[in-house]
């Protein structure tokens, strides 16, 4: 008897398809992955919302201290700009058209550390070169001659009057150093001039050139645009500062709800089925199998079954086993769905899916619009098409359309990533005297992979 057995085991036929084919024909689990938990459909964030709600009202609350805290201890900033008219420097009388590279080169100017200290001392109150290179900002505008200073304080007048004071001080600078290069220029042509004789056609030249000289004049520029009145806060308002921190929070919960979701243990369980107790399913009946009839459930069957093959008088044929004693077999509580015989009409097998259908209607509620999967794992002791049973179940109560069933196999080396594949799994076990046994072969790979177990559909008349 025993060989015979383990010969079902090894021969039964191989099932047609698997829960999981899209999965593992589009994607290879990758090398050193046992149970491929990758491919595992991720849940949606509309579930993790519904499950985790206190996560997001507490990332809220998060958000909205730090946003109180942020507006309450940052000073506002603001900005100020003057705007400036950039001369030509040395210039004939008459002739102020600057090339507008000369605006260019003259936000160089403002930028040197001589400029900077000069403006540093003319503001005072302790402010240095550093502070001007890091508060004051100075553009040329596109295509034209005029300068952009911008000013940035705490203090909406101060970085008004700063704006300005920068202005006037490159005004003074831009000045003096046109004033130096008029004055040096005038000078080399007086040096020149003496070291020639007066008849010299080279004298002649250079006083010519140094009459030109004294009719230019100097033009430095001048402000266009004082900074009275520009001031603008560049810094976020407290209100701001309190909206930022609750969509923060918000973000904040919504990443700690869908973690939390992500990695909330779903190892194999019983579902808890509306109106059954710790027996047999109601809608079984009297059918349903002496292992929940008794005190113990299905693991104290098990156990009274082994118990009483042992006890047997010499003579009588003891009782088939599949797993040796020394097997630890996981006490996983399998529920009784449906008791129902092989040649059953399709109206008699709606027990089947109305268990099938309370979990479908959780799954849902919980996740909206998911495309859920349901596999079959029919016992060694049955042949594989017993699958068609649940199928026919689920049909015969009009929820074939919403979820796909499949047939899961064992004999498979992915046989864990097709479990783990679905959204929940129905175990098929016959009621031969070696029904027991399966059915411990079926707690072990249950428990040794995380998918949802909703209970078993003994199949009666299979010997």
């Not at 098990?302 to 996981?330: H, K, N, Q």
């Not at 004999?411 to 864990?416: Q, S």
Request: net charge negative; glycine share 10%.
């Amino acid at each position: 008897m025993h060989d015979e057995k383990t010969t079902a085991l090894d021969t039964s036929p191989e099932p047609t398809a698997t829960c999981a084919t899209t999965a593992t024909t589009a994607t290879t689990a990758p090398a050193g992955t046992d149970d491929g938990r990758e491919l595992r459909r991720l849940p949606t964030l509309a579930a993790a919302i519904r499950a985790h709600r206190l996560h997001l009202l507490v990332g809220m609350a998060l958000g909205l201290v730090a946003g109180l805290l942020v507006a309450g201890l940052t000073q506002p900033t603001y900005a100020a700009t003057s705007t400036v008219r950039v001369g030509s420097g040395l210039v004939p009388v008459g002739d102020f058209r600057p090339d507008t590279l000369w605006a260019e080169d003259q936000v160089a100017l403002t930028r040197t550390p001589p400029v900077r200290e000069a403006i540093a001392e003319e503001i005072g109150d302790g402010t240095t070169a550093d502070d001007v290179a890091r508060r004051l900002g100075v553009v040329a505008e596109t295509n034209s001659n005029y300068l952009v200073f911008t000013w940035t304080d705490d203090d909406a007048e101060e970085a008004e009057e700063r704006a300005d004071t920068a202005a006037e001080v490159y005004l003074e600078r831009a000045q003096a150093e046109a004033v130096q290069r008029w004055e040096s220029h005038d000078a080399l042509l007086a040096d020149l001039i003496a070291a020639y004789d007066a008849d010299d056609p080279r004298a002649a030249e250079l006083v010519e050139e140094r009459v030109l000289l004294e009719e230019t004049v100097v033009d430095p520029g001048k402000i266009a645009g004082a900074a009275a009145g520009t001031a603008r806060q560049t810094s976020l308002t407290p209100a701001a500062h309190v909206l930022a921190g609750l969509l923060g929070g918000l973000l904040l919960g919504l990443v700690s709800a869908y973690l939390w979701h992500l990695r909330s243990p779903n190892a194999p369980r019983q579902l808890a089925l509306a109106g059954a107790g710790a027996g047999a399913h109601p809608g079984a009946g009297p059918d349903a199998g002496p292992d929940t009839a008794r005190g113990g459930g299905l693991a104290g069957a098990v156990r009274r079954r082994r118990g009483a093959a042992r006890d047997r008088v010499d003579g009588e044929e003891p009782a088939p086993e599949l797993l040796g004693s020394d097997v630890d077999v996981p006490a996983t509580e399998l529920a009784v769905l449906a008791a129902v015989r092989r040649d059953a009409p399709d109206g008699a097998l709606a027990t089947i899916g109305l268990g099938v259908t309370r979990w479908l209607l959780r799954r849902e509620q919980e996740d909206p619009g998911a495309e859920l999967r349901l596999g079959v794992y029919v016992t060694p002791d049955l042949d594989p098409s017993a699958a068609d049973l649940v199928r026919r179940g689920v049909r015969a109560v009009g929820a074939d359309g919403r979820l796909e069933i499949d047939l899961l196999d064992v004999t498979l080396p992915n046989w864990r990533i097709d479990f783990e594949a679905c959204d929940g799994v129905v175990v098929v076990v016959g009621t031969s005297r070696w029904a027991a046994d399966a059915l411990d072969v079926a707690r072990m790979h249950l428990a040794a992979v995380d998918v949802t177990v909703l209970g078993r559909v003994e199949v009666e008349g299979v010997e």
